[in-house]
């Protein structure tokens, strides 16, 4: 680990009083408020703890190596999800999402994975268990992709552009599968050198994606014929997709 005792007080110490006009239309400010190590089965980080007082969000970077002033720092966004990410849940592919980019992230010598505390990108744990449970009654894609309407990638993209802003990365290479976000985080002050295709490797539970049908029509569609929604930012990509394949992928986001 190369984020030292001295760089870490600092952070600390400059974030203690820190109050700025926020980013994006909603003006998010967040502070780093606690710095650890935190070695992990994915490689040695530190966890640095972001807190937004105006919500009271408490917002997560795991950083691989030292990333202050440095540039091309790989860096990956990644939405809450307590069902998958905890629990393991096979509705989603979020854990597959999540650990595919902590082994990624840990080979490097830098990176940071942003994990962002807004279940179901932002609509809530409870919001997004009625829209599992209209899933599970039929009533698929119109009600629950109407629960699921108001998921609010603005706020989670400001927050995340504080975060780097705040770790001092004056550059970086997003981690992504839908180029547009590139545009987003562009907006709001970050610097994007380029995409990192995000691919997860196949396995018993993510095989069904190869498949084409689950492309049909613009939606993916899960093991049990439902509609699949997707809750991180990024479609799903995995080893062994054709080129064709992920290009509408892309084309769907
Ligand atoms: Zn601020
Ligand atoms: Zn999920």
Redesign the pocket.
């Known amino acids: 680990m190369t984020l030292t005792h001295l760089p870490i007080q600092q952070l600390l110490e400059e974030n203690k009083d820190h109050e700025c006009e926020g980013y994006g239309d909603d003006h998010i400010c967040v502070s780093i408020a606690a710095i650890a190590e935190l070695p992990t089965r994915f490689g040695d980080f530190h966890i640095v703890v972001f807190h937004n007082k105006h919500d009271d969000r408490e917002h997560t970077a795991l950083v691989r190596g030292d990333v202050t002033d440095a540039e091309d720092v790989p860096v990956r966004l990644h939405?809450e999800?307590?069902?998958?990410?905890a629990l393991g849940?096979l509705?989603?592919?979020?854990?597959d999402q999540l650990e595919a980019a902590l082994k990624a992230i840990g080979k490097l010598e830098r990176g940071i994975l942003l994990y962002m505390r807004q279940e179901?990108r932002g609509i809530g744990l409870v919001n997004?268990i009625r829209a599992y449970a209209l899933q599970d009654y039929g009533l698929d894609t119109v009600e629950a992709n109407l629960a699921l309407g108001f998921r609010d990638d603005e706020r989670e993209y400001s927050a995340a552009a504080h975060m780097l802003h705040s770790l001092k990365v004056k550059s970086i290479r997003l981690m992504t599968n839908n180029p547009r976000k590139i545009e987003d985080l562009t907006r709001l002050g970050i610097q994007v050198n380029g995409r990192i295709p995000h691919v997860m490797e196949p396995n018993e539970h993510n095989q069904f994606y190869l498949e084409t049908k689950a492309e049909k029509s613009g939606h993916l569609i899960d093991l049990r014929g439902h509609e699949r929604l997707t809750?991180?930012h990024d479609r799903p990509v995995v080893q062994g997709m054709s080129e064709a394949q992920i290009e509408a992928i892309q084309k769907m986001v």
Request: with cysteine.
């Open positions: 939405s999800c307590l069902t998958g990410d849940s509705r989603c592919d979020c854990r179901g997004k809750e991180q």
